[in-house]
Nanobody, 132 residues
Framework: QVQLVESGGGSVQAGGSLRLSCATSEYTSRTVYMGWFRQAPGKEREGVATIYRPNGNTAYADSVKGRFTISLDNAKNTLYLQMNSLKPEDPAMYYC?????????????????????????WGQGTQVTVSS
């Protein structure tokens, strides 16, 4: 079973920064695609940023482009999400996810949290709160 453990969430003022980390138990074919998803109260889970480990291709939600950066440290099997210029609409539970096969990083971003196309592996989530 793939293990994903998030950390780094917390409370920050609008305009501030946080870096989320996701430690994975392995780098195998089961974690070829990885990503960050978020879910705010009363809303559906949505893709934030995804990455394809073999070549580093990434995709971002329009709402976070230019503010968030997804990255990997393959030696440490750790995924990161650097979040800058946090806004009042960013608070949510942020989840790390992994999947062995998708139709590309954009497909994973848009469909990785939805029903039958939901990502195979999920972490427990880390809470991000932004105060104005």
């Amino acid at each position: 079973q793939v293990q994903l453990v998030e950390s780094g969430g917390g409370s920050v003022q609008a305009g501030g920064s946080l870096r989320l980390s996701c430690a994975t138990s392995e780098y195998t074919s089961r974690t070829v695609y990885m990503g960050w998803f978020r879910q705010a109260p009363g809303k559906e889970r949505e893709g934030v940023a995804t990455i394809y480990r073999p070549n580093g291709n990434t995709a971002y939600a329009d709402s976070v482009k230019g503010r968030f950066t997804i990255s990997l440290d393959n030696a440490k099997n750790t995924l990161y999400l650097q979040m800058n210029s946090l806004k009042p609409e960013d608070p949510a539970m942020y989840y790390c996810a992994a999947d062995p096969a998708r139709g590309g990083v954009r497909q994973y971003l848009h469909w990785g949290a939805r029903g039958a196309t939901r990502s195979a592996y999920w972490g427990q989530g880390t809470q991000v709160t932004v105060s104005s």
